[in-house]
């Protein structure tokens, strides 16, 4: 089973107002552009391979979301949209030119985009949808249990999706990086912010320790295992385990995504690293070259994708 685990409530915003599309922008329709598709060649289980989309090749893609090995979404800049389908990449039609950031989904029916200045994007299955939110702060990362548990962080903002409506919830520094394991149990990393972590009741700011209040990822592998990565100056890891926070060197590596197969199968993606922990260190690798950017991670038990700066897509099969 895996655990791709990439936050409420001072306000409650009528469900009228924002369950429904924005009224400016209404439905864009998304089928694939089938006449762009791009076939994807074979590669090698157990090492990297770059995969090509149809999309301009100055493009940041900066986030990526598998549904399944068969079934992937990726997001980034200009509203660009892609998906992996039959062994291809094509576009799709997001509706929005606004730069894309974060991306999640329960299922091939249930897809949510977020971006910059309040952007929320929905997709049913049939076509994307502009939603309208209580919020323009950026929206950097989006996570979710269910259909009915979707959360969102950016700015100082997080907000909560119950199915029918959003509500809200503020914070000091910016928000970038969202992951939980329920309703009951979620976790907020940013910037000048420490950790966030909403126990079902409330909020409790969290500082594990790492010499900086600056995390750009938080990972929930569990309730009792969680793993957040911190800048400058120690540039390591932080892991909750046994209780108490311990620091795990990355070898200099700073991961701006972290996704888990397993609480020792473990994959980082940032700036020119690709890291995985085995359950007793960590390892990296400049697996693009030294010039690459990578900014989001996502794995199924048999493949492991990444995303960054000039259209990058990265595949490893497992």
């Not at 685990?5 to 400016?24: F, Q």
């Not at 010499?211 to 100056?233: E, I, K, R």
């Not at 609480?263 to 400049?286: L, T």
């Amino acid at each position: 089973m895996k655990y791709l685990l990439l936050a409420l409530v001072i306000g409650c915003v009528s469900p009228d107002s924002n369950a429904m599309e924005d009224p400016e922008e209404g439905e864009a329709e998304s089928h694939l552009e089938t006449a762009t598709a791009a076939t994807i060649p074979a590669c090698t289980r157990g090492t990297w391979c770059v995969e090509t989309a149809p999309i301009t090749a100055t493009t940041l893609l900066h986030g990526i979301w598998a549904v399944s090995a068969s079934d992937v979404f990726a997001v980034g800049d200009a509203g660009t949209i892609l998906r992996r389908v039959n062994n291809a990449w094509s576009v799709m039609t997001s509706g929005t030119t606004r730069n894309l950031r974060g991306v999640w989904a329960s299922s091939s029916s249930d897809v949510w985009a977020s971006g910059v200045s309040g952007t929320v994007l929905h997709y049913n299955g049939t076509a994307w949808s502009t939603m309208s939110t209580p919020s323009t702060s950026d929206v950097d990362a989006v996570w979710g249990s269910g259909p009915s548990d979707v959360w969102f962080a950016g700015g100082g903002t997080v907000l909560h999706w119950n199915g029918s409506g959003f509500t809200t919830q503020g914070f000091a520094g910016t928000m970038l990086s969202i992951s939980g394991t329920g309703p009951r149990d979620v976790w907020v990393a940013g910037e000048n912010t420490n950790l966030h972590h909403f126990t079902g009741s409330s909020w409790v700011t969290v500082n594990p320790g790492a010499g900086t209040s600056t995390l750009f990822s938080v990972l929930a592998v569990s309730t009792t295992d969680v793993w957040a990565t911190d800048f400058m100056p120690t540039k390591e890891t932080m892991h909750l385990v046994g209780g108490k926070w311990v620091a795990q060197k990355t070898n200099g590596s700073i991961f701006n995504e972290l996704v888990a197969l397993s609480a020792s199968d473990i994959w980082g993606a940032g700036g020119n690293d690709v890291g995985h922990w085995n359950g007793a260190a960590w390892s990296s690798e400049q697996a693009f070259g030294s010039n690459a950017s990578m900014w989001s991670v996502t794995a199924t038990a048999t493949d492991v994708w990444l995303v960054g700066s000039n259209a990058l897509i990265g595949h490893r099969p497992l």
